[in-house]
């Protein structure tokens, strides 16, 4: 089960998540695509097979490299916050409560612009802001958000004292 999914609140849904252009996917492809070809290239022209296992193991760590924080990245807004969480074993966790975000800007380029994705950068109350990585679909997320934002309500001054009072 998702980090997102497990640390929902009582009355907290998913109202949606973000996910990874197809850009990543194929560059990752590509880099074990070229280490593994010219791994092919260096046993087929008779060179030592040790160097064609160095260049297959660069393929192999650039491909992970690029892939495993994709594959241990959440990107969420729930019902009452914006989530993002980075890492398995080591996480970092960044959230931001929809009541306290005064904007999402987006950040993104002409390449982004014709291939489809870009950066949001949240912005909350104070210093607190989440700038999320490069995603599909930025603006089907800002307007997830958005939405978010419009159905969620400002907590009730007097609850925070209360939960405060009572060490939550």
Not at 12 to 29: M, R, T
Not at 63 to 84: H, K, M
């Amino acid at each position: 089960m998702a980090y997102i999914e497990q640390t929902l609140g009582a009355n907290e849904q998913l109202f949606s998540k973000a996910h990874f252009h197809w850009l990543y996917y194929a560059a990752a492809a590509f880099a074990l695509c070229a280490g593994l070809g010219i791994a092919g290239l260096l046993v087929s022209n008779g060179f030592a097979s040790l160097w064609a296992w160095i260049a297959a193991l660069i393929g192999l760590a650039a491909f992970l490299s690029i892939l495993v924080p994709i594959w241990t990245t959440e990107i969420g807004v729930t019902t009452q916050r914006l989530v993002l969480k980075r890492g398995v074993i080591k996480r970092n966790i960044d959230e931001l409560q929809l009541w306290a975000i005064e904007s999402v800007n987006l950040q993104q380029s002409l390449l982004g612009r014709l291939l489809g994705f870009g950066r949001l950068l949240a912005e909350g109350t104070g210093d607190d802001s989440i700038t999320l990585p490069a995603i599909a679909n930025p603006l089907g997320f800002r307007k997830a958000i958005q939405d978010a934002i419009g159905h969620a309500s400002q907590p009730n001054v007097t609850d925070i004292g209360e939960a405060r009072r009572q060490g939550h």
